[in-house]
């Protein structure tokens, strides 16, 4: 049987030691989340990292980005190859300006209704920028979870997160598992993972990620 408490103590140092050190992971509140998780959308982490520090000097606040003009946001994503998204992004920082008065919303029903905001970008906001222990699952994260465990499904991988999450840093946790899944499970790297000695080993089920949601 996969032991959570082991695997939460060797995730966590794992990720102290190797994780990936993206800037928005040592500074996060409810808004730097909820924009970052925007930018990263169908979007590589190295390339957010590359306009990171400039998104966030044109537009420091939730305010400002709901004020910005359409035609400078879409510029600006277009960096990332989805300028499209620059005005669904302003339409969002509008409606919580508007419905909250700028304050990001911390319950998952609320950040549903945002329009172009998922179960994955409200679950981050709510464990990262919310401090709301809150399981996030991708691809990466149910690779791993499949491989070590045998679970397939979300609902499976977010209970199982939940019971990790006991053990531990949620945030780190969380960081570690997305990590985990993109570096070394993603290319069957299993003698440098940390859960090596836990996980069952299981063939990738491939066919399961129409499972996710």
């Known amino acids: 049987m996969f032991d959570a408490k082991t695997a939460a103590r060797k995730l966590e140092e794992w990720f102290t030691e190797h ?13 730097r989340t909820l924009a970052v998780e925007l930018l990263l959308q169908r979007t590589k982490a190295d390339a ?3 306009v990171y520090r400039r998104f966030f000097e044109e537009y ?4 400002s980005l709901a004020l910005a003009r359409v035609e400078n946001l879409n510029k600006f994503f ?18 919580i300006l508007g419905k909250y008065g700028g ?3 911390c319950n998952m029903e609320s950040l549903l209704k ?7 970008i409200a679950s981050a906001v709510l464990n990262f920028g919310c401090d709301s222990p809150t399981p996030l699952v991708d691809r990466n994260v149910l690779r791993v979870l499949n491989r070590c465990a045998g679970i397939t499904r979300e609902t499976s991988a977010r209970e199982f997160i ?8 949620h945030r780190k946790l969380a960081y570690a598992l997305i990590d985990v899944g993109a570096l070394i499970c993603r290319v069957g790297r299993c003698d ?14 491939e066919d399961s990620w129409h499972m996710l949601r």
Do not use: Q
């Open 78 to 95: 277009s960096k990332l190859g989805l300028a499209y998204r620059g005005g669904r992004v302003k339409k969002i920082a509008e409606e």
């Open 162 to 169: 939940t019971e990790l999450y006991r053990y531990g840093d």
């Open 114 to 120: 945002l329009r172009g905001v998922g179960v994955y």
């Open 48 to 50: 957010v990292k590359k």
């Open 192 to 205: 440098e993972c940390p859960l090596e000695k836990l996980c069952l080993k299981l063939p990738p089920a």
């Open 60 to 63: 420091p606040t939730l305010e």
């Open 103 to 105: 304050r990001i919303p």
């Open 19 to 31: 994780g990936r050190k993206f800037p928005w992971r040592f500074d996060s509140d409810g808004y």
